[in-house]
């Protein structure tokens, strides 16, 4: 027992001594450790279970990369920015948040997810709405400085609105494909242009630029009107809204 009781101090005091020269050494000199039987010993052309530096340092490269798409990932689920808008078929107000996509200079598209509110006016009660909303600006115009003009904005969004009298499938009261469309759900396209002012960043709080827009839109269901009867007008189907997005980033 007296062997055993002296032995394992000494193969402690081994291992630590082995560890400590083992940060001195470089990476070029391939020299490599093994595990046998819970010691470690200097590599033998023999030897099992081998593992050199580059593996190492390889399995922790692919760890990083890992890591960092991991974190490319949840970073782009935060929002770019916020909108506030007024009327355009998706509440009298509604407010929401968004993200760009395209690079910092040429950020050309975003998705918007709004949430909005029609006042009750002569019903029972208002209405909520969500908008999921898809834009895309091809280009901006340099005005000043910190002034952009974007002559073009465009795409489309589907709306859902909230309420006992709207419905998505039609109900049994009415006779069968008697509504050929849903109440509650529309697709609409829109038209715009928007002026973009960046806020310098002498001054920059929380926003990176403000940008005020107007859009005109139209839903499928004014389209059809609209290509089928020609006493609609096209100002009979458009609906206006104004807003402001607030870049954060």
């Known amino acids: 027992m007296k062997p055993l009781k002296y032995s394992l101090p000494l193969l402690l005091l081994a291992l630590f001594a082995v560890t400590v020269s083992a940060s001195d050494w470089p990476a070029d000199d391939k020299i490599r450790l093994i ?13 099992v279970a081998v593992e050199d530096f580059d593996s190492l340092q390889n399995r922790s490269s692919r760890y990083e990369r890992i890591v960092r798409r991991y974190h490319k990932f949840w970073m782009g689920m935060v929002p770019s920015h916020i909108k506030v808008q007024y009327a355009g078929s998706i509440g009298l107000f509604s407010i929401g948040m968004g993200w760009h996509y395209g690079g910092r200079q040429h950020r050309k598209w975003e998705t918007d997810l709004q949430f909005g509110y029609l006042p009750r006016y002569h019903r029972r009660t208002g209405n909520f709405i969500l908008t999921a909303r898809e834009s895309y600006i091809p280009f901006r115009v340099r005005l000043g400085d910190n002034l952009d003009i974007e002559p073009l904005s465009c795409g489309l969004f589907f709306s859902s609105i909230f309420g006992e009298e709207y419905w998505r499938e039609q109900p049994s009261r009415y006779p069968r494909k008697y509504y050929g469309f849903s109440t509650s759900i529309r697709a609409n396209v829109f038209i715009g242009q928007r002026l973009r002012f960046g806020i310098p960043s002498s001054v920059r709080k929380r926003n990176n630029s403000l940008t005020a827009y107007y859009e005109l839109s139209a839903s499928e269901l004014d389209l059809i009107s609209f290509s089928t009867n020609r006493w609609v007008s096209l100002w009979d189907i458009l609906s206006l809204s104004v807003g402001i997005k607030f870049d954060l980033f």
Not at 35 to 47: E, M, Q
């Open 35 to 47: 595990a046998i039987n819970d010691s470690l010993l200097t590599d033998t052309p023999d030897s």
